[in-house]
């Protein structure tokens, strides 16, 4: 089926789902195209449009919970969705005490404001520990006042009251009533106090009807539809289009610009330089903007005729070649420090060298350097933002941020606005993983359509940008050295860790490391250090920030320590989580051991560990576990490797301890799949730099995990009586190592550098 050319007297229509049936009829994608609406904004209507009713008055009955007369309940998602479900699955929990029909829901997106919903963020896998018992208490308020107000207009005790799918029942007098014939009654009701709200019995699990059950994540029909929800999509009336051009070395200053040149260009309305505010390298920094009527005129004029000179700073002269110089270096001295608990008894040298003793007087001596790379974000969609500073004094942003919150200082330091003057609506994001924590792109935004004459414009960065200019998750160094005794028990281990600091002495954020890694507490004498090389760029979490990297150092350690001591590396590290002396958790979130190995013998019963054997010669299994984010995972891992060294992860068998509900189990199997995904994508990954510049620009050497590359993927929660935790990021730490060290199994060559290098997993 061909397209028609488009009758020049018509708007061509250009949305994402007019394209997407476009491309389902011109690759045969007929169950697309054929489950679609038809497009009709030329103005040509389908069928015979019915004058719309016009809905009656929304009532409020607090800030999360409106309720029409039709019935329909609104319900206010108050964080950030970047693709993690989060505007779905905070609803339900509201919606379940709510005792609301799902199918009379509607979910809506709330601005930022943490006057009227408390802190908005999505990151750290938090959504669901904090929110679990307060966001059903939200629903069942709104319960209490809907009962009350059925008691009220019936003149019958609240408590021969019941409730259903949206309505009030008196079973006594067979009579129901809907919540829509309540809302206003019940908004009317001051609310309870909060030892009322306090003492409201919420629902037992057996009586869930929403929670534990798999709900459509909100937004997917309308992705699937095409319909523009994401922060690239907007657009408002009056608005330009902006590009931003900063230096290739962070924090480099403009020294001169043909801004005059570039203004002249056709499409171009205006070109100034804005300068840096404050000094957060994820901050507003010096840079050239380019307003004009397209993005592609402004984008094509950054990137073809805009030349500036910049003074490029101390950072120029850093390079990753310089950076594992003095990391190899300083891991041949003693530490700079010793990690200790925070609280607990400061680590001296005499400790880090009573452990190396125990090291060298053991039967067996494992030593073994591991190196991982900085690694960029890149979320499909790249940074953008829609800001318009007005005359009167306001600004509104139409933002796809992850952490609202953390913008507002900077654009008041930026313009001079302050927050009461500002409405952000976070629009959804285009995957986040950390990266739209840093607010960049919005104070930049904000800065530039203030200089461009306050109207509104749209910053849109390329690819490139996304890449160069990235809060990185950073590299590092471990060097290990462990002790083994004939038994093949530990009888010590060393770590002198290799970090990165911004130069105040303290690691940069994202590149410290817990003190209390694993297995520290489970064996005597372990001790780690750490030595600091300063740096100019920029740092911030990654999803599963800290665990990615750290992860995969200690587990695939350990897995070289276990065949050094003759053991099952799985049963080796059950052993040490049974160790009689292990530290006991303090608390409800502390690390439970228990929970740990109860998951670990899990995943091996489920992949037939124990027959690991019997695989042909070039395909191994590894194991690995991980607790990061109040989450227990587990993985094992089976890789197929070819005489050539290319490789590939075959299957992942996964099992976690999120605690005792899974809240939407489609939306965790996808959280968990993509965790593992990005896991292994990580192992092809790494960012360099050289003369203080980022040396990767795009995903052709940056590249991101095919669909024809993932692996089979089997997943399985243990339900356990703990409170519910999230599950964002603890699935993905513990891929790299698994798949490392299946690797070694299918090849007897150890991975201790990342990214993998094909020709160094050559077998014969």
Request: net charge neutral; proline share 7%; hydrophobic share 40%.
């Amino acid at each position: 089926m061909a397209l028609d050319t488009p009758d020049n007297s018509k708007p061509v229509n250009t949305s994402r789902r007019f394209f997407l049936m476009a491309s389902a009829a011109a690759g045969g994608g007929l169950m697309l195209a054929g489950c679609m609406t038809p497009d009709t904004s030329d103005g040509a209507p389908a069928v015979a449009a019915t004058p719309a009713k016009a809905p009656e008055p929304v009532v409020d009955i607090n800030v999360f919970v409106a309720i029409s007369p039709d019935n329909t309940i609104r319900i206010m998602a108050k964080n950030p969705e970047v693709g993690q479900g989060i505007k779905t699955m905070l609803p339900m929990l509201i919606a379940e005490e709510l005792d609301a029909d799902w199918t009379k829901v509607t979910v809506e997106q709330a601005d930022a404001d943490q006057t009227r919903y408390g802190s908005q963020i999505a990151g750290g896998s938090f959504a669901t520990p904090n929110h679990w018992t307060p966001h059903r208490q939200v629903g069942a308020t709104a319960r209490y006042m809907l009962i009350q107000a059925a008691a009220a207009k019936w003149g019958v005790p609240a408590a021969e009251l019941t409730t259903g799918p949206s309505v009030v029942k008196h079973a006594a007098s067979n009579r129901t009533i809907s919540y829509g014939d309540l809302a206003k009654d019940a908004a009317a009701i001051p609310a309870p106090a909060k030892e009322i709200i306090d003492a409201l019995k919420l629902k037992d699990a057996k009586d869930y009807r929403i929670i534990g059950k798999s709900v459509k994540n909100w937004d997917t029909p309308r992705i699937a539809r095409g319909e523009p929800i994401f922060g690239i999509d907007i657009s408002v009336p009056g608005m330009k289009y902006a590009h931003f051009t900063k230096c290739p070395v962070f924090a480099g200053k403009v020294v001169s610009a043909n801004i005059d040149e570039i203004q002249a260009l056709p499409g171009v309305t205006d070109c100034f330089v804005v300068k840096q505010v404050g000094t957060d390298l994820m901050g507003l920094m010096d840079g050239v903007a380019i307003v004009g009527d397209d993005w592609w005129t402004v984008k094509e004029a950054a990137r073809n005729k805009l030349k500036v000179q910049w003074d490029e700073g101390a950072t120029a002269s850093m390079s990753t070649d310089g950076f594992r110089t003095q990391a190899t270096t300083l891991v041949k001295g003693k530490p700079q420090s010793y990690l200790a608990p925070q609280g607990g008894t400061p680590v001296t040298e005499a400790a880090w060298t009573d452990a190396n003793k125990a090291i060298d007087g053991a039967a067996k001596k494992v030593e073994a350097f591991y190196e991982y790379p900085f690694l960029v974000h890149a979320p499909l969609e790249p940074q953008n933002t829609t800001a318009h500073v007005k005359a009167d004094g306001t600004i509104e942003i139409w933002s796809p941020t992850q952490n609202p919150g953390s913008s507002f200082p900077m654009i008041q330091a930026a313009v001079g606005v302050p927050r009461d003057k500002v409405t952000l609506h976070m629009v959804r994001g285009g995957g986040g993983f950390g990266r739209r924590l840093s607010s960049d792109f919005i104070v930049e935004a904000v800065a530039i359509s203030k200089q461009a004459g306050n109207i509104p414009v749209k910053l849109l960065w390329t690819r490139e940008d996304d890449v160069q200019h990235d809060p990185y998750r950073p590299g590092g160094w471990h060097s290990f050295r462990a002790g083994v005794d004939a038994k093949g028990a530990m009888v010590g281990m060393t770590n002198h860790f290799v970090s990165f600091t911004g130069g105040n002495g303290r690691p940069a954020p994202s590149a410290d490391m817990a003190p209390t890694e694993f297995p520290h507490g489970f064996a005597p004498n372990i001790v780690y250090g750490q030595s600091l090389i300063a740096f100019g760029m920029p740092t911030g979490p990654l999803r599963a920030p800290r665990s990615n990297a750290v992860c995969f150092a200690y587990q695939s350690f350990l897995d070289e320590v276990a065949l050094a001591g003759g053991k099952d590396p799985l049963q080796f590290r059950i052993d040490l989580l049974n160790s009689p002396t292990a530290p006991q958790p303090q608390g409800g979130r502390g690390f439970n051991p228990k929970r740990m190995a109860d998951v670990m013998r899990i995943v091996g019963e489920r992949s037939g560990w124990a027959n690991r054997a019997s695989l042909p010669k070039g395909t191994g299994m590894g194991c690995a576990f991980y607790y990061s984010h109040q989450g227990y995972f587990a993985q094992v891992a089976k890789v197929k490797v070819e005489q050539n060294g290319n490789w590939r992860v075959l299957k992942v068998w996964n099992v976690g301890d999120v605690g005792s509900q899974i809240i939407n189990p489609t939306n965790a199997v996808n959280q968990v799949q993509g965790s593992i995904v990005d896991g292994v994508s990580e192992m092809h990954q790494k960012i360099t730099f050289k003369n203080g510049k980022t040396e990767q620009t795009n995903f052709f050497d940056m590249p991101l995990l095919r669909m024809n590359e993932a692996p089979q993927i089997d997943t399985h929660f243990n339900i356990t009586d703990n409170s519910p935790t999230g599950l964002g990021e603890p699935a993905l730490p513990p891929v790299l190592p698994a798949v490392a060290n299946a690797m070694f199994a299918a090849t007897g060559k150890r991975i201790r550098t990342l990214p993998v290098v094909n020709t160094e997993l050559r077998w014969t």
